[in-house]
C-alpha cells in the first residue's frame, strides 16, 4: 500500500499506458482543421494576386507585395503566439490565432482598395503564425513510440489543405471571383473557434506549471475514452524526478537538494507570471545546451520555407518552359487562368506521396537521415533544370523537387518541437518558424524577380544552393528524437 503511495509516473508514462485512441483522433481532427486553415490562406495567394493586379491596375512589384505582407504578418505571429502559448498555455494561444485569422481572412473579402486588402492580409499573417502552437499541443498528447509517424499524419492536413484550395479556385474564381474565395476560405478558421470550448489544455504544460491536478483531470478523460487506466501513483514532472535522483544519491546532497526545491517552486512562481517580450524564453533558446541546435533549425527552416514556396511559384512560372521573356510569361498566366489552376492543382498531388514518403522513414533511418535524404534528393529534381526547361521536364523536375521538399518541411515541423522542453517549446518552433517566414518573405521578392527578368539558370542555381546548404545544416544537428521521450526540462537533454 505504500509502495502505491510512494509510486510516481510521468506524463510520458500516462500517454504510452493510454496510447494512441480515440482522444487523440479527436485532437488530431482539430490541430488538422487549424492545417487545412492555415494551407488554404497560404495557396489562395497563387490565385489573388493575379485577379487583384487586373481589377485595380497593379504593378507587379504591389501584387509580390500582396504575397510578402501575408509573411511579414507570420513572422510576427509565430514569434507572438509562441510566446504567449509558452507563459499562458496552448489553447490560448490557438484561441488568438483562430479569432485573428477567421476575422482578417473574411473582412479582406469586402476590401475597398489595395491598401485595406493589405492592411487585413497583414492581419491574417499574424493570426496564421500560430499555427505552430497547434502542432506542439498535439505533439504533447502523442505517445512517444508513434510521435513521428503520427506527427506526419497531422501534417498531412497541409496537403488536404492545398488540394482543397485549388479545387475550391478551381470551381469559384471564373464564376465567382477572388472576393468569394478568401471569404470561402476562411470557413476553416471559424470551425477553430466553433469547437474551442470542448480542447483540453496539454497536460504537460499544466504539470510544467505545478498544475498537477489539472494535468491529472485531462489524463484521466484521455485513458477513460481511450478504454486504458492510468499508471498508479502519483504524477510528477522531469523536474520533481530529477530532484528526487538528487536527494537519493548521498546524504551530503541533502541541502543541495532542499535549495533545488526551493529554487524550482520559485521558477514555478515565476514561469506563472508573464514573460514580457518573451526575451527570457529567446535567451533560453541560445542557451549553451540549445545554441548549436536552434541556429541548424533557423537555417533549415528558412531553406525548407525558401524552397518550398518557390518551388510552388515557380510552378506557374516555368511550367512553359520555352517562354522565357517575362512579359510573354506575365501575360500567358493572366489571360489563360485555367492552366494557372491546373497547373498548381496537379503540383500540389506531389505532397501526398510526400507524406507517405514522410510516414515510411521518419521512425525507421531517424529525422535527421530523413530530412537530408529529402533535400539532397531535391537538389537532384532539380539539377536538370539547369541545363534544359522543356515543358515535360520541368514539370517532372518541380512534381519531384516538390515532393521531397514537402517532405523535409513535414519532417523538420516534427523535429523543431521535439528538440525543445516544454518551457519553451513553442516559443523555439515560433522563432524558427519566423526565420523561415523570412525566406517565404525574400522568395518572391528575389527568385521570382530573377525568373520575371529572364534569369531562369540564376534562380534555378540559387534554390540548388539553398537546398544543399540546408541538407548540411541538418546533418549536423546535435540530438536525434527518434523513439525519445519529450524533455521538460534543460537538465533533461542530453
Same mark, same amino acid.
Given at each position: ?9 510521468t ?69 507572438? =503566439?509562441?510566446? #504567449? ?9 490557438f ?23 493589405m ?17 506542439s =499541443?498535439?505533439?504533447?498528447? #502523442? ?9 506526419? %499524419? ?8 492545398t ?19 478568401l ?35 485531462? *489524463? ?37 537538494a ?39 533549425? =533557423? ?31 506575365v ?56 541545363f ?16 521531397c ?15 525543445y ?5 513553442t516559443?523555439?518552433?515560433? %522563432?524558427?518558424?519566423?526565420v ?7 522568395c ?17 542555381? *540559387?534554390?540548388?544552393? %539553398? ?28
Amino acid at each position: 500500500m505504500e509502495d502505491e503511495q510512494s509510486a510516481t509516473y510521468t506524463v510520458d508514462d500516462a500517454l504510452i499506458s493510454s496510447g494512441f485512441g480515440k482522444y487523440q483522433i479527436l485532437i488530431l481532427a482539430y490541430a488538422g482543421i487549424g492545417l487545412i486553415a492555415e494551407a488554404m490562406e497560404m495557396m489562395l495567394l497563387s490565385f489573388v494576386g493575379p485577379s487583384v493586379q487586373l481589377e485595380w491596375n497593379l504593378t507587379a512589384h504591389q501584387e509580390s507585395m500582396i504575397t510578402s505582407v501575408v509573411f511579414v504578418g507570420m513572422l510576427i505571429g509565430a514569434y507572438s =503566439w509562441g510566446v #504567449v502559448s509558452d507563459n499562458y498555455g496552448r489553447r490560448k494561444g490557438f484561441l488568438f490565432t483562430a479569432i485573428m485569422t477567421s476575422g482578417a481572412g473574411f473582412l479582406s473579402s469586402f476590401s475597398p482598395n489595395y491598401l485595406s486588402l493589405m492592411a487585413l492580409r497583414f492581419l491574417v499573417g499574424i493570426g496564421l503564425g500560430g499555427g505552430p502552437v497547434l502542432g506542439s =499541443w498535439f505533439l504533447e498528447f #502523442v505517445p512517444a513510440p508513434s510521435r513521428g509517424t503520427w506527427m506526419v %499524419v497531422l501534417l498531412a492536413f497541409w496537403t488536404v489543405g492545398t488540394i482543397f484550395e485549388a479545387s475550391l479556385a478551381w470551381l469559384v474564381m471564373p464564376k465567382f471571383g477572388w472576393r468569394w474565395l478568401l471569404a470561402l476560405s476562411s470557413v476553416p478558421s471559424l470551425l477553430l473557434l466553433l469547437f474551442y470550448a470542448i480542447t483540453p489544455e496539454s497536460p504537460r504544460f499544466l504539470c510544467m506549471k505545478g498544475r498537477t491536478m489539472e494535468a491529472v483531470d485531462v *489524463l484521466g478523460k484521455m485513458a477513460r475514452l481511450n478504454g486504458a487506466e492510468l499508471p498508479s501513483g502519483k504524477l510528477v514532472s522531469d523536474k520533481n524526478i530529477e530532484l528526487d535522483e538528487v536527494s537519493e544519491s548521498a546524504t551530503l546532497l541533502n541541502a543541495t537538494a532542499k535549495a533545488a526545491k526551493e529554487e524550482e517552486n520559485d521558477n514555478i512562481k515565476e514561469d506563472e507570471g508573464s514573460d514580457f517580450g518573451g526575451f527570457k524564453s529567446v535567451s533560453k533558446l541560445l542557451s549553451p545546451k540549445l545554441l548549436r541546435a536552434t541556429l541548424l533549425l =533557423w537555417m533549415a527552416f528558412f531553406g525548407n520555407a525558401f524552397s518550398y514556396y518557390g518551388i510552388v511559384l515557380l510552378t506557374s512560372e516555368l511550367s512553359n518552359g520555352n517562354r522565357i521573356c517575362a512579359k510573354q510569361e506575365v501575360e500567358s498566366v493572366h489571360s489563360n487562368n485555367s492552366s494557372l489552376y491546373k497547373n498548381v492543382f496537379i503540383s500540389s498531388f506531389a505532397e501526398i506521396p510526400g507524406s507517405f514518403v514522410s510516414i515510411m522513414i521518419v521512425d525507421r533511418i531517424g529525422r535527421r537521415l530523413s530530412m537530408a535524404s529529402m533535400l539532397f534528393t531535391s537538389c537532384v529534381f532539380l539539377f536538370p533544370l539547369v541545363f534544359s526547361r522543356t515543358e515535360i521536364l520541368t514539370r517532372i523536375s518541380l512534381f519531384g523537387a516538390r515532393l521531397c521538399i514537402s517532405a523535409s518541411f513535414t519532417i523538420v515541423y516534427i523535429y523543431a518541437p521535439e528538440i525543445y522542453p516544454t518551457s519553451v517549446r513553442t516559443t523555439g518552433i515560433g %522563432v524558427a518558424s519566423s526565420v523561415g517566414r523570412i525566406g517565404g518573405i525574400l522568395c518572391p521578392l528575389v527568385a521570382v524577380a530573377l525568373v520575371h527578368n529572364c534569369h531562369q539558370t540564376t534562380a534555378i542555381l *540559387l534554390f540548388e544552393l %539553398v537546398v544543399f546548404l540546408s541538407g548540411v545544416a541538418v546533418m549536423f544537428f546535435p540530438f536525434e528524437m527518434k523513439g525519445r521521450r519529450l524533455n521538460d526540462t534543460e537538465a533533461d537533454m542530453h
